[in-house]
């Protein structure tokens, strides 16, 4: 094999850890679950998914919008009406 053919076939290698200062912590916001939330629209919108694929994306993103609007109602139900104080 050529050198080049050896580079291309090797399993990428993960990229070094952040070795500066403390581990910042993996953080998974709600923001970031409605992003997921879109962007499984789009790929369900443009064909991504195999037909077998689609029961376990259709129930993952109904469970991921459940828990975004209950998310959604403990916000507004802790947040005080506006001519309160």
Known sequence: MTEEKKKAEAPAQPAPANTQGAEQPVELTVSDL???????????????FKPSE?????????KLEAF??????????????EGEK
Do not use: C, W
Request: proline residues 3%; without cysteine.
């Open 34 to 48: 409605g992003n997921i939330k879109q962007i499984i629209d789009v790929a369900s919108q443009r064909g991504a």
């Open 68 to 81: 975004l609007n209950a998310v959604a109602s403990q916000q507004q139900a802790t947040q005080k009406p």
């Open 54 to 62: 689609m029961t376990v994306v259709g129930n993952t993103y109904t």
